[in-house]
């Protein structure tokens, strides 16, 4: 590992927050928020307006850039985030492709401002793990960032952490995609417990990075959303666990929908934007009944904060 990248990658390997242990955080103790971003995605900018998004991109200033600002944005908030998660396509370069050692080195020195006292979560993308994820590059973003999937409390809250790359094409690495799948049943079936061993948490969320659909559960298949089936099947066990939101990336844009009291959100991102949205991040509210999130571009996180009608719903 180098010289200053042990601290993030201690963040991301965390599992509890604020020093509490897992047994404090699984209580509820009142309303609470989060950041959501995606895609910094270290190169694209260049390659997408250069037409060669296939390539790794050989410069990467103005993600580096924008990755600072909005960690600077979100240091300035008050109070703090109870952590800030990051939805996948940390870089842009593929495995084992030119440029990717130093897209991440770079991304990791501009997350490094973060103040201590947010937890970085990270969730793995296709650029990230490959388009056709092998157990090789699995190895290689878990050895740089942390698993692949894992699970957390955070005040009362379990949140499940998905690598979706597994549901999108798992063709070189079946075994890997078998594992997720029985760690996922199990993680859904304790949320959804009765058992009085097992406390059920005030909401179920999930980040992954590629949505279940951008904008409708009934659209075709598409390169920005999970095939038909797997998404059916991922909704309908999502449904019965008590899953109240899906958090995700991929699409850089805003999109995503609620439907069967499931709320698909999709997160346009830090870096490169394919739409009419701005560069930015996600307040999200927690609250003992409701999930509330709202996207903000990086200027007005910065010059507003988060804002006083989603500050006023953390007053207990």
């Not at 008050?78 to 897209?103: K, S």
Request: proline fraction near 5%; charge should be negative.
């Amino acid at each position: 590992m180098a010289e200053g990248e042990e601290d993030i990658f201690l963040r991301a390997k965390s599992r509890t927050f604020s020093g509490l242990t897992e047994d404090e955080e699984r209580q509820w103790t009142g309303p609470f928020y989060f950041i959501q971003a995606a895609d910094p995605q270290l190169g694209l900018m260049k390659a997408w307006r250069e037409g060669d998004s296939e390539g790794g991109g050989d410069e990467w200033a103005e993600e580096v850039e924008l990755t600072k600002q909005a960690v600077e944005a979100v240091n300035q908030l008050r109070p703090r985030p109870r952590f800030m998660v990051l939805c996948g396509d940390l870089v842009h370069a593929m495995p084992d492709t030119p440029y990717r050692e130093a897209q991440e080195r770079d991304l990791k020195a501009a997350l490094k401002g973060t103040d201590p006292s947010i937890p970085l979560v990270f969730v793995s993308g296709n650029h990230d793990l490959g388009n056709a994820p092998t157990p090789s590059t699995v190895e290689q973003y878990c050895r740089a960032w942390g698993d692949d999937y894992f699970s957390f409390w955070v005040g009362g809250v379990l949140c499940l952490v998905l690598n979706s790359q597994l549901f999108y094409d798992s063709s070189a690495c079946p075994e890997l995609k078998e594992a997720q799948e029985i760690w996922l049943e199990a993680q859904l079936s304790k949320a959804s417990s009765s058992s009085p061993t097992e406390p059920k948490p005030k909401h179920l969320l999930v980040f992954q990075h590629i949505p279940l659909y951008i904008k409708n559960p009934d659209e075709e298949d598409d390169y920005f959303n999970l095939q038909r089936e797997v998404r059916q099947n991922l909704m309908d066990r999502f449904k019965r666990a008590g899953v109240k939101a899906v958090f995700s990336g991929h699409y850089h844009r805003n999109a995503g929908g609620c439907h069967g009291g499931l709320d698909m959100v999709v997160s346009s991102a830090i870096g490169c934007q394919l739409g009419g949205d701005t560069h930015g991040v996600r307040v999200v509210v927690v609250t003992a009944d409701k999930v509330i999130h709202r996207y903000l571009s990086l200027e007005q996180l910065t010059a507003q904060g988060m804002g006083e009608d989603l500050r006023k719903l953390l007053q207990v």
